[in-house]
């Protein structure tokens, strides 16, 4: 089973393949698409920051100073530079009417009408299939936590009933001890009392026996 720093980086992989097919994209795909990708890259680099930042955390908690301050500056170095590709291509294409803005009364071909609306629903598929990977990634960090809790917590129990197994025990040596020291003290006490009796029937027969 994969622990919280992998699959955080499994995801992270994920979201840098997708990043880099969209960034390919804009080299080859027509002036008209660019529009599209800019959206898709977007969409992907705001979910690839919040797992950024949600990992940076998780590392400061839970792994020490030295292994994990060259995690944190690879993957913050890979947000920065894909961060400024994104910049580099809206700024590149800002001034290029790439979609033009229709009203309903001036649009009069079906073929334009279906334009928008085909691009409208691929934006949406993408956003929307963006939204349903990083509710997967978030779902297997949630399910592993809770493996790890449930896990904490059966130890925990484990080691309550080996504590408890061993003060029993100890219980035990201690009462055992205590019967032995009782009849330790029984048998010399009979010992002394007999020796005692055996004393003073031996005065008693020496003073009036005779």
């Known amino acids: 089973m994969l622990n919280m720093n ?118 949406n598929a993408i956003r929307m299939s963006t939204d349903i990977e990083s509710m997967s990634g978030r779902i297997l960090i949630n399910l592993e936590m809770q493996t790890k809790g449930m896990k904490n917590i059966s130890n925990k129990i484990l080691n309550t009933n080996d504590n408890i197994d061993e003060s029993k025990n100890n219980l035990n040596e201690m009462l055992s001890k205590q019967y032995d020291d009782k009849k330790m003290i029984i048998l010399v006490g009979g010992f002394l009392t007999f020796i005692l009796l055996a004393f003073f029937l031996f005065k008693i027969y020496k003073k009036y026996g005779k």
């Open 6 to 123: 992998q699959i955080y980086e499994k995801n992270l992989n994920n979201y840098y393949s997708q990043l880099d097919t969209q960034l390919s994209k804009v080299l080859i795909y027509e002036k008209k698409k660019i529009h599209e990708i800019i959206v898709s890259l977007e969409n992907i680099f705001s979910i690839t920051k919040t797992t950024t930042k949600e990992y940076i955390i998780y590392l400061t908690l839970n792994e020490s100073k030295k292994y994990y301050e060259p995690k944190i500056k690879c993957v913050e170095k890979k947000l920065k530079d894909y961060e400024s590709k994104i910049k580099d291509i809206k700024k590149k294409y800002k001034d290029q009417e790439i979609i033009p803005v229709y009203k309903k009364e001036e649009i009069k071909n079906n073929n334009e009408i279906n334009t928008v609306n085909s691009f409208e629903k691929m934006n």
